[in-house]
């Protein structure tokens, strides 16, 4: 069993930084694809970010060049730094855990960013 708990949401003006952080329990986590959606009422969930157990990362075309994901497997933590924010990246983000046909996720996080 695996438990994702996101943290470091807010509000933050057009042009502003963030950074959420994803802590897990359990021991698949060096061995899991982490990553990060996000999801706006109305709307599916949306792939924001992965990063496999051996690093490589994986980004959607509108946060390109924005958001760096990262983790740190011996604090069982996944990052998402947020740069050069929209109001369109207003979203409750969601950290998600795969590992073989299972997939977790966090109770999510929610970013707004006023124009």
């Known amino acids: 069993q695996v438990q994702l708990s996101e943290s470091g949401g807010g509000l933050v003006q057009a042009g502003g930084s963030l950074r959420l952080s994803c802590a897990a329990s359990?021991?698949?986590?060096?061995?899991?694809?982490m990553g990060w959606y996000r999801q706006t009422p109305g709307k599916q969930r949306e792939l924001v970010a992965t990063i496999t157990s051996g690093g490589t990362t994986n980004y959607a075309d509108s946060v390109k060049g924005r958001f760096t994901i990262s983790r740190d497997n011996a604090k069982k933590t996944v990052y998402l730094q947020m740069n050069s924010l929209k109001p369109e990246d207003t979203a409750v983000y969601f950290c998600?855990?795969?590992?073989?046909?299972?997939?977790?996720w966090g109770q999510g996080t929610q970013v707004t960013v006023s124009s």
């Open positions: 998600n855990a795969k590992f073989g046909l299972m997939y977790y």
């Open positions: 359990g021991s698949i986590f060096s061995s899991s694809m």
